[in-house]
């Protein structure tokens, strides 16, 4: 007789190196018994390699390693993943990253006994500095059976994928994937499970233990930051083919303008060209026309960041030599 797996564990990993072992080190000694670890190799150096294998031939009836030729990203390693697990419930984790070793007993157990779709924890955000952040993915008021008024608030904060335990039918039955091929894949499914979540639960503790590096791709100013504004227009895309734009089109137009415009503007200033620059602006003009006029932009921007956009959009070739200096 087959095994019953709780949950299947993800780890995509590409040239972590020995950071990858505190990672599975969480994993394996998880006291949630029925889990399977799920190891893909998306084209690592022959170091992290190494790793993988040894490990995998060590604990092989709770390890699957899956190696990909060549780097295809987080976002098709996840894909695959999810593709092979067999879990009630999946949960993600970056390779870098670990967890408090009864995390998944935690939430699995959150999650039989309220009947949740989606059980989801905090998070402790290691800084390079040695100093630490604890991070809160929802409040109360956010969980439970979820309605109309629910869903609009987790569309504005979501959270974050690594702390949360989703089943796995929700990913298969509704078809959601990564985008493959590009950094800010979490950008473009943002919140798009808990369009689908009838109930969401929560742990109120920080479990997982997030390394806040100066090399993550969140810090990083560089071709592959473009990403961020195709993931952005993906998610867009996905809420419009879905059927949820017209439903939570406020909501959904404000989380689209900050990936693209708000939290891209000042890099895509600095690095890139002013045709790049006279693009966003383009961009967010034809897609979100009245963008100011959105109630969540009216309440969420300072008076200081309104003046600065004002200002870009009258004059950039000006805040483009300003912000370079």
């Not at 190494?50 to 699957?64: G, N, V």
């Not at 006029?293 to 003046?307: H, P």
Request: charged share 30%; hydrophobic share 35%; aromatic share 12%.
């Amino acid at each position: 007789m087959t095994k019953k797996i709780s949950v299947s564990v993800i780890v995509p990993v590409f040239n972590t190196g020995k950071l990858l072992f505190p990672c599975l080190r969480s994993l394996l000694a998880q006291t949630l018994n029925n889990i399977e670890v799920i190891i893909v190799d998306d084209g690592s150096d022959r170091q992290t390699q190494r790793i993988c294998e040894k490990i995998s031939a060590r604990f092989p009836d709770k390890i699957k390693l899956i190696r990909f030729p060549f780097n295809r990203r987080q976002g098709a390693a996840r894909n695959m993943g999810i593709k092979v697990s067999q879990g009630e419930y999946i949960g993600l984790v970056d390779s870098d990253d670990y967890i408090a070793l009864d995390m998944y007993e935690k939430l699995y157990t959150l999650a039989k006994v309220k009947k949740a779709d989606i059980v989801d924890c905090d998070l402790i955000q290691l800084r390079s500095d040695g100093s630490k952040r604890y991070e809160v993915s929802y409040d109360k008021g956010q969980t439970g059976c979820l309605d109309q008024n629910k869903r609009k608030r987790l569309i504005l904060r979501g959270g974050r994928m690594v702390t949360k335990i989703v089943k796995r039918s929700i990913w298969i039955n509704n078809n959601i994937q990564y985008p493959e091929g590009i950094s800010y894949e979490d950008n473009a499914i943002a919140s798009l499970h808990l369009m689908y979540t009838k109930k969401l639960a929560k742990v109120d503790e920080g479990l997982y233990f997030y390394r806040d590096t100066p090399n993550s791709t969140i810090h990083k100013v560089d071709d592959s930051y473009l990403d961020r504004l195709h993931s952005a227009q993906l998610f867009l895309n996905e809420y419009k083919k879905r059927g949820f734009y017209d439903a939570f089109k406020p909501e959904v137009e404000w989380r689209f303008v900050g990936f693209y415009y708000l939290n891209s503007y000042r890099k895509i200033v600095r690095k890139f060209s002013e045709l790049e620059l006279l693009n966003l602006l383009d961009k967010v003009k034809l897609l979100c026309p009245d963008y100011r006029r959105n109630i969540y932009f009216k309440e969420g921007v300072k008076s200081r960041k309104k003046r600065e956009l004002y200002l870009l959009e009258r004059f950039p070739k000006v805040m483009r030599w300003w912000w370079r200096l």
